[in-house]
Nanobody, 125 residues
Framework: VQLQASGGGLVQAGGSLRLSCLAS????????MGWFRQVPGKEREFVAA????????DYADSVKGRFTISRDNAQKTVYLQMNSLKPEDTAVYYC???????????????????WGQGTLVTVSS
């Protein structure tokens, strides 16, 4: 599976962005998907995850109520809708795919087998 993230950019605080992650391969619909973010000098941070069917989602506390993860298996794409953005949301955002989606493990980077290249989100105050 190859993943290509897009949709990042510069936005003012309070604004919105939608990130997309396009996957290659015929088995995309069997993978759990996640979004992580990272700022220089810090560890990669979990943002959100979604099960292969879309029936189960999980969010970091810092983004609950503001971000929404979704997926379209026919389009092999997972989305991250980000609303009410804050300067502290500034980071490089990565999408990732997990062959085995376990609710208790989705927030850990080690649960994911494939990673996209990242897209930069900058939120100005």
């Amino acid at each position: 599976v190859q993943l290509q993230a897009s949709g990042g950019g510069l936005v003012q605080a309070g604004g919105s962005l939608r990130l997309s992650c396009l996957a290659s391969g015929r088995t995309f619909s069997f993978y759990g998907m996640g979004w992580f973010r990272q700022v220089p000098g810090k560890e990669r941070e979990f943002v959100a995850a979604i099960s292969w069917s879309g029936s189960s989602t999980d969010y970091a506390d810092s983004v609950k109520g503001r971000f929404t993860i979704s997926r379209d298996n026919a389009q092999k794409t997972v989305y991250l809708q980000m609303n009410s953005l804050k300067p502290e949301d500034t980071a490089v955002y990565y999408c990732a795919a997990a062959r085995a989606y376990t609710t208790s493990a989705v927030s850990g980077p080690r649960a994911y087998d494939y990673w996209g290249q990242g897209t930069l989100v900058t939120v100005s105050s």
